[in-house]
Nanobody, 127 residues
Framework: QVQLVESGGGLVQPGGSLRLSCAASGFTSNYYSIGWFRQAPGKEREGVSCIKSNDGRTSYADSVKGRFTISRDNAKNVVYLQMNSLKPEDTAVYYC????????????????????WGQGTQVTVSS
């Protein structure tokens, strides 16, 4: 059973930075992707970024390109989301999720394609 645990959320001022972590365990395949998603109160869940396990290829939502960076530490089985230049509209609960995939597939920021989800971590951007 895949387990995902997010950490690193908190309160930050506009323009500030946070780094989220997603500790993953239980994978039975070397080929999977991990995505970050967020959901603000009253809004639909939004895909933020994703990364492939085998080659590290990434994808980003337009709303975070140039501000957020996803990375992985395969030795520790941790995926990070570095968030810079944070805006109040980035306020949300952030979730990481995983899905198995073929080695040739690109990762996806479509949440319905993911099987396993963490419990989420709150990010609040406010002065």
């Amino acid at each position: 059973q895949v387990q995902l645990v997010e950490s690193g959320g908190g309160l930050v001022q506009p323009g500030g930075s946070l780094r989220l972590s997603c500790a993953a365990s239980g994978f039975t395949s070397n080929y999977y992707s991990i995505g970050w998603f967020r959901q603000a109160p009253g809004k639909e869940r939004e895909g933020v970024s994703c990364i492939k396990s085998n080659d590290g290829r990434t994808s980003y939502a337009d709303s975070v390109k140039g501000r957020f960076t996803i990375s992985r530490d395969n030795a520790k089985n941790v995926v990070y989301l570095q968030m810079n230049s944070l805006k109040p509209e980035d306020t949300a609960v952030y979730y990481c999720a995983s899905r198995p995939q073929n080695w040739w597939q690109e990762c996806s920021v479509r949440g319905h394609e993911y099987n396993y989800w963490g419990q989420g971590t709150q990010v609040t951007v406010s002065s």
